[in-house]
């Protein structure tokens, strides 16, 4: 089985007071799993850890995926604070990054893989950029055509998996490699999955390619007509982008991954509000505060309070479902 260990990454703060972030699991499978992925199953991988990490549940971050195939029963797993429920048929997709919760273990079963993104070719990986933001669905519900496929593929993947020296290593993982990587193009294309049609557009393109600039820049960059000289276009184009996607507007789009790194931070016990305008580069923290408080109907403080009772009872974020 799989344990992620629980030292921080290198690029895993710890903010500037004392007190301990949210930490930073690095992927660290079992001796002898090769190659950046490991296939287990949910009811596995609860049997296996039975002590951890959700007794008691505590946020932690990755720095690898977690896809999950829930086959039976029902999963529920907290996502950049919003607990999601994931019922037979769907998939839960974690991204590198995101704060996560595990519930405790239910009856949840099916299929469950775990990868770094370099196991990814680097033209798969270019194709499925939309389906590993860090804003894209964290539940996938494939159409019904390809449900059963999906499934297939994920247990062929697991029994490639559990075949581990009857084949020549380098045959092995280029099979597992492989059987991932139709899989995760199948499911992020497939019609039922929400956010991928409209990435046929031009205007979709350019707003991928502003989510990728914000998440280089937004700690710096807070304008959107900065971001539309980066990008060598017009504020007028790039509304109308993020509009197509979905959202009021573009400034809409750099609040909200303003505001998810403030609450990321705010939720580990070394952020100060102080400290957490500082990294995000507002003026000052009463800025910062009004900023928090709008968005949230919390001013930072309140909020920090909030996550670190969560830290001890079942984890709901507010507004979770």
């Known amino acids: 089985m799989m344990v992620s260990g629980g030292q921080l990454g290198a690029d895993e703060s710890t903010g500037p007071t004392s007190g301990a972030p949210t930490p930073l699991y690095d992927f660290q499978p079992p001796a002898g799993t090769p190659y950046s992925m490991e296939v287990t199953t949910i009811e596995d991988f609860h049997a296996d850890h039975d002590d951890w990490p959700w007794n008691p549940p505590r946020p932690g971050r990755a720095t690898f995926h977690y896809l999950i195939l829930v086959t039976s029963g029902v999963l529920k797993h907290d996502v950049d604070h919003i607990t999601r429920t994931v019922t037979p048929g769907q998939w839960l997709w974690v991204r590198p990054g995101h704060t996560q919760c595990w519930h405790p273990p239910s009856t949840a079963t099916g299929p469950f893989i775990l990868f770094e993104p370099d196991v990814l070719e680097a033209g798969t990986a270019r194709l499925l950029a939309p389906a590993t933001a860090h804003d894209a669905p964290a539940v996938l519900t494939p159409h019904p055509d390809d449900a059963p496929w999906a499934e297939r593929t994920a247990r062929q993947l697991l029994d490639e998996h559990r075949a581990l020296g009857r084949r020549p290593l380098g045959l092995h993982h280029a099979l597992r490699r492989n059987l991932l990587q139709v899989l995760l193009l199948r499911l992020a294309h497939s019609a039922g999955t929400p956010a991928t049609p409209s990435h046929t557009t031009r205007r979709a393109a350019l ?61 580990s016990a070394g952020w100060t509000a102080r400290a957490v305008a500082a990294h995000l580069n507002f003026p000052d923290p009463a800025d910062f505060g009004r900023f928090f408080r709008h968005h949230t109907g919390l001013t930072p403080a309140a909020y920090a309070v909030q996550a670190e009772h969560q830290e001890i009872s079942p984890c709901r974020a507010p507004g979770g479902a």
Do not use: M
């Not at 914000?214 to 539309?228: G, I, K, S, W």
């Not at 504020?235 to 403030?262: F, K, N, P, Y």
């Open 207 to 267: 707003h991928q390619r502003f989510l990728d600039a914000l998440e280089l820049h937004f700690r710096e960059l807070h304008h959107v007509d900065d971001y539309a000289r980066l990008l060598g276009c017009s504020v007028r184009t790039l509304t109308r982008a993020a509009q197509d996607a979905g959202h009021s507007g573009a400034r809409q789009v750099i609040d909200e991954r303003r505001l998810l790194e403030a609450r990321r931070l705010l939720n």
